[in-house]
C-alpha cells in the first residue's frame, strides 16, 4: 500500500512538470504577461515607520499580496477586487494618500460591477463600497444614486443605510437621513451606525435630555475595538464634540486616550494641537502640528500650521505653507475629489479672499442647497462682504432645514443685529454661548462685542 501511494505521488509529480514545460513551451511569454500585469496592479504604498503599528502593517501587507496573487491568477477572482478596495479605503485614511487610494479603489469597484452583473451578491457590496468611495470624493450625488441602486438589491444590509444617511445628509435631506439611521441601527447597532445617530442629534439641537448626541457617541466609542484605526476615528469625533460645546478638557482626554491606544495618530496629534492653539499655548500647538504634518500629508494640518506662523507674524513660513497647501488641493482635484468646502473655508480663513470664497461656495450652493453647512457658509460670505439682506434671505430660506447647530445661532444673531433686529439677533447670539461659552472664531469675536 504504501508503495502504491509512493508511485501514485511520483506520478503526479511527473504528470505535474511534462504540464509545466508544454506550458513553457506554449506560452513563451507567459512570465512577461505576468511581469506586465503586476507591474500595472494598483500599488500598496509603504506607511510611514511611525504608524506601521507594526503587526498591523504586517497584516495589511500580507492581504494585499494574497488579493493580489488572487487576481492576477484568476481574473474572474470578485471577493479578493472587493476586499482589496475595501483596504485601499481604509489605507487612505490612515495614511493620508487620498490621491492615490480613492481612485484605485473606484477602479477595483467598477471593474467588480463590471463583471458581475450576474451575480446580485456582489454587484450589491461593490456598489455599497464604491457609494462609499464617492463619498469620500464628495461626489454625494452619484454615491446617492448607487446606494439606491445598492439597496433595491438588498434592502437588509446596514452598510448600504450608512452610506444612504451621509448621502442625504450632504445633500441636506435630514428627515431622510434619519429615517435611513432608525433603519441602520435597527439592523446593526454598532460603532458606525451609532456614530451617524449622534450626528443627527446634533444638526437637530438633541445635545441634552435623554437621547443626546453625547450620548449616542459614546454608544459608538464603547462599541469599537480600542487600538483600531476605526475606533481611533470615532473616539477622534466624540472629542471634537465635547470640544465644539464647550468642554474642552473631556476633549482632550478623548484625544490621549487615542493616543495611548494607538501611539503616533495623527489626527488626535494635530487636535492636540489645535486645541493647544485655541488656549493661546502656541509653543505647544506648533510642536504637536509639525509633529502630525510629518506623519502624514493631511492638508488640515498644513492649514493649521499656516495660521499659526501668521498669529506668530512669520510671513515667509506662512507663505511657504500657503503654496504647499495650494499644491495640495491641486493634486487632490486632479484626482477627482471635490474639494469646493475645502477651498471655501481656506479663502474664509486662512487666506482670505471673500470673491475666490464666494466662487466655491456658489458651485455647491447649485449643486446642494438644501445643506446646513452649504448655506451656512454662503450666508457668511454675503455677511462679511457687507450684504446683510442677502445673507439673512440665505438662512431664512432653510430655517425650517434643522438649523439648530452651533454655529448657525451665532451667524443668525449677528447677521438679524446687522439688519437692525437687535432682539433676535442678542437671542440668537446668547443661545450661541449657551452651548458654548468658549466658542472661538472670528465671527464669534464679533458677537461677543455685540452683547
Request: charged share 25%; proline share 3%; glycine share 4%.
Amino acid at each position: 500500500m504504501k508503495n502504491l501511494q509512493l508511485f501514485s505521488i511520483l506520478l503526479l509529480l511527473a504528470m505535474a512538470f511534462i504540464q509545466a514545460c508544454q506550458t513553457g513551451n506554449s506560452q513563451p511569454n507567459a512570465d512577461n504577461t505576468y511581469t506586465e500585469n503586476l507591474e500595472a496592479f494598483p500599488k500598496l504604498l509603504d506607511r510611514p515607520e511611525n504608524i506601521k503599528m507594526g503587526k498591523e502593517w504586517e497584516n495589511v501587507t500580507n492581504e494585499y499580496l494574497s488579493y493580489r496573487d488572487k487576481i492576477l491568477k484568476d481574473d474572474q477572482e470578485l471577493e479578493s477586487r472587493l476586499r482589496l478596495a475595501q483596504l485601499f479605503i481604509v489605507e487612505a485614511r490612515v495614511t493620508g494618500e487620498h490621491g492615490h487610494y480613492y481612485p484605485a479603489a473606484l477602479q477595483v469597484c467598477d471593474d467588480v460591477l463590471e463583471r458581475s452583473k450576474e451575480n446580485k451578491d456582489m454587484y450589491f457590496m461593490a456598489s455599497t463600497v464604491k457609494a462609499g468611495v464617492q463619498l469620500s470624493q464628495h461626489d454625494f450625488t452619484g454615491a446617492l444614486k448607487t446606494g439606491q441602486e445598492a439597496l433595491a438589491i438588498n434592502p437588509l444590509n446596514a452598510q448600504v443605510y450608512g452610506v444612504l444617511v451621509d448621502a442625504y445628509v450632504e445633500l441636506g435631506e435630514y428627515d431622510k437621513a434619519v429615517e435611513m439611521a432608525d433603519k441602520m441601527v435597527s439592523i446593526r447597532p454598532d460603532l458606525r451606525s451609532y456614530s451617524r445617530v449622534s450626528y443627527l442629534r446634533e444638526i437637530y439641537g438633541q445635545m441634552e435630555g435623554p437621547e443626546n448626541a453625547f450620548d449616542a457617541m459614546n454608544l459608538a466609542v464603547d462599541a469599537g475595538f480600542p487600538g483600531t484605526e476605526e475606533s481611533a476615528w470615532t473616539r477622534l469625533t466624540l472629542g471634537y464634540l465635547y470640544w465644539n460645546y464647550g468642554r474642552q478638557e473631556e476633549a482632550k482626554e478623548q484625544f490621549e486616550i487615542i493616543l495611548d491606544q494607538r501611539p503616533n495618530y495623527p489626527f488626535a496629534i494635530a487636535a492636540l494641537g489645535d486645541l493647544a492653539m485655541e488656549m493661546n499655548q502656541k509653543e505647544e500647538a506648533e510642536k504637536l502640528l509639525t509633529q502630525a504634518a510629518a506623519i502624514i500629508p493631511e492638508v488640515g494640518f498644513y492649514e493649521s500650521l499656516a495660521l499659526l506662523r501668521k498669529e506668530q507674524g512669520n510671513e515667509t513660513e506662512y507663505q511657504k505653507l500657503v503654496t504647499e497647501v495650494n499644491k495640495m488641493y491641486t493634486d487632490d482635484v486632479a484626482t477627482g475629489h471635490n474639494m469646493s468646502m475645502e477651498y471655501i473655508n481656506y479663502y474664509l480663513h486662512v487666506t482670505p479672499d471673500l470673491d475666490k470664497a464666494m466662487e466655491y461656495a456658489q458651485i455647491e450652493y447649485k449643486t446642494r442647497s438644501k445643506n446646513i453647512d452649504v448655506n451656512r457658509l454662503l450666508a457668511e460670505i454675503y455677511y462679511k462682504k457687507g450684504d446683510y439682506t442677502k445673507a439673512q434671505s440665505i438662512l431664512k430660506l432653510h430655517q425650517s432645514q434643522a438649523p439648530k447647530i452651533l454655529h448657525y445661532f451665532c451667524l443668525r444673531g449677528l447677521i438679524a443685529m446687522a439688519n437692525n433686529d437687535k432682539k433676535s439677533g442678542k437671542k440668537d447670539i446668547e443661545m450661541a454661548f449657551k452651548l458654548n461659552k468658549e466658542l472661538s472664531s472670528d465671527l464669534a469675536e464679533i458677537a461677543r462685542k455685540q452683547i
